[in-house]
C-alpha cells in the first residue's frame, strides 16, 4: 500500500493504514500547493477551517521529501491556537494536546519530516505498528504497482465537536471528540 503524506491526516489516509501492517511511505512524490501534504481542515463553530504549514518559496515541482519549511511566521503557534479554540470543550482533547504541542514545537526540516512524525504519533496513540519502506527518491514504478481497481472512499459519520457533520477533517477530529476506539471501529468497519 502507497501513502502519500498527509498533514495531519483524513480518515480517508488513516483508515487504510490501520488494515496493514506494512507500507509505502510516498515522499518522492511532488509536492502540490493544492494537496493535503501541508494543510489540514479542523471542525469550527462556522463549518471548518484550513492549517497549513507554510513551506519556503522556490519548492514548487520538489518532491515532498526536499520541500522545505518556512519558520519566519508563527504558525507552530497559530495551530495550537485553533487546536485549542476548535477542540479544548471535547472529550480527548486534553488527553493529546501535550503530544501535539511537543510534535509542533520540533523544528522539522521538510514537510516528509513533519508528517512522517505526525502519522507516527497517531498511529503511536492507535497502538498500531507499521514496517515503512520509505521512498524518498522516484523509483519507477511497475504496471503491477498500481491499483487494479479504485474504491471510492465512503466517509463514516461519526459525532463531531459542532453541529452537522463535515467529511474530510483531520483524523484529530475524531479522536478529540470520540477517542482512539472510534477508529478502530471505522477501521474494522471499512
Not at 515522499?27 to 489540514?40: T, V, Y
Not at 494536546?97 to 503511536?124: C, P, Q, S, W, Y
Request: aromatic share 12%; net charge negative.
Amino acid at each position: 500500500m502507497d501513502i502519500i503524506p498527509e498533514y495531519l491526516p483524513r480518515l480517508e489516509t488513516l483508515l487504510p493504514i490501520l488494515r496493514v501492517d506494512t507500507a509505502v511511505w510516498r515522499a518522492d512524490k511532488i509536492f502540490s500547493r493544492q494537496g493535503w501534504q501541508n494543510r489540514a481542515r479542523l471542525r469550527n463553530p462556522d463549518g471548518w477551517q484550513w492549517i497549513t504549514v507554510p513551506v519556503e518559496h522556490g519548492q514548487f515541482g520538489d518532491p515532498i521529501s526536499a520541500t522545505r519549511i518556512a519558520y519566519h511566521d508563527g504558525w507552530r503557534k497559530r495551530h495550537l491556537k485553533a487546536l485549542r479554540y476548535n477542540y479544548s470543550s471535547s472529550p480527548y482533547y486534553e488527553h493529546y494536546a501535550e503530544d501535539l504541542e511537543a510534535l509542533l514545537m520540533v523544528r522539522h526540516e521538510t514537510l516528509h519530516d513533519l508528517n512522517k512524525a505526525a502519522l507516527d504519533l497517531i498511529l503511536g496513540w492507535l497502538r498500531h505498528d507499521v514496517a515503512w519502506e520509505v521512498w524518498t527518491e522516484p523509483k519507477e514504478e511497475s504496471p503491477d504497482d498500481a491499483p487494479s481497481t479504485l474504491v471510492a472512499f465512503q466517509h463514516p459519520r461519526y459525532r463531531q465537536n459542532y453541529d452537522g457533520f463535515i467529511t474530510d477533517m483531520s483524523c484529530l477530529d475524531i479522536l478529540f471528540t470520540n477517542g482512539p476506539s472510534a477508529i478502530h471501529q471505522l477501521a474494522a468497519n471499512s
